[in-house]
T-cell receptor
Framework: EAGVAQSPRYKIIEKRQSVAFWCNPI?????LYWYQQILGQGPKLLIQ????????DSQLPKDRFSAERLKGVDSTLKIQPAKLEDSAVYLC????????????FGPGTRLTVT | AQKVTQAQTEISVVEKEDVTLDCVYE???????LFWYKQPPSGELVFLIR??????QNEISGRYSWNFQKSTSSFNFTITASQVVDSAVYFC??????????????FGQGTTLQVKP
């Protein structure tokens, strides 16, 4: 069974530029999560989708971050404009459904903002 | 408010030693889930275990064992006879099963384990 796919793996941009990350969850998984992991910290949830609807985006900086999950499968996370403090690893995860199901994580995208 | 604390930032052991990683959590919910994930240098978080709040039985899986104690709000993880391949960052996480029940994971800060040959 294929795991969660993410691209790109690495990205370096200058502040005020925009960037987009892509995630393809495990087939059949209804729930998709985007986490931000700053160096030395645990991942923090940015947004959660159930199929193509948003379940929780309370910690998403909506003035610069946006995300969508068209057709309830792939998802993109965008940052525009980027700030230095956005440097982090962006992890995508999926689970069969929301609730108690274990989440399966992708390899992440390491973003460096200079 | 929900919170997970992993007080040990870094642990270094020599191969074949046993090592315990501590995890203390805070939650107001009576129903919740606790998880351990491993993050090797490649960066991908690997699921290790899930435990619900009603099941306080300890669990053993090969060299790994988990001790869940509701009385002290702890969910500790022990690696027996550690190996170099165990070197990674380990995260403890909490998922509340209350009214929101979204499955959102609250992670601790992580413990970096280094196993030296």
């Amino acid at each position: 069974e294929a795991g969660v796919a993410q691209s790109p793996r690495y990205k370096i941009i200058e502040k005020r530029q925009s960037v987009a990350f892509w995630c393809n969850p495990i087939s059949g998984h209804a729930t998709l999560y985007w986490y931000q992991q700053i160096l030395g910290q645990g991942p923090k949830l940015l947004i959660q989708f159930q199929n193509n609807g948003v379940v929780d985006d309370s910690q998403l900086p909506k003035d610069r971050f946006s995300a969508e999950r068209l057709k309830g499968v792939d998802s993109t996370l965008k940052i525009q404009p980027a700030k230095l403090e956005d440097s982090a690893v962006y992890l995508c995860a999926s689970s069969l459904d929301f609730g108690s199901y274990e989440q399966y994580f992708g390899p992440g995208t390491r973003l460096t903002v200079t | 408010a929900q919170k997970v604390t992993q007080a040990q930032t870094e642990i270094s052991v020599v191969e074949k030693e046993d090592v315990t990683l501590d995890c203390v959590y805070e939650t107001r919910d009576t129903t919740y889930y606790l998880f351990w994930y491993k993050q090797p240098p490649s960066g991908e978080l690997v699921f290790l275990i899930r435990r619900n709040s009603f099941d306080e039985q300890n669990e053993i899986s090969g060299r790994y064992s988990w001790n869940f104690q509701k009385s002290t709000s702890s969910f500790n993880f022990t690696i027996t006879a550690s190996q170099v391949v165990d070197s990674a960052v380990y995260f403890c996480a909490l998922s509340e099963f209350g009214s929101s029940n979204t499955g959102k994971l609250i992670f601790g800060q992580g413990t970096t384990l280094q196993v030296k040959p």
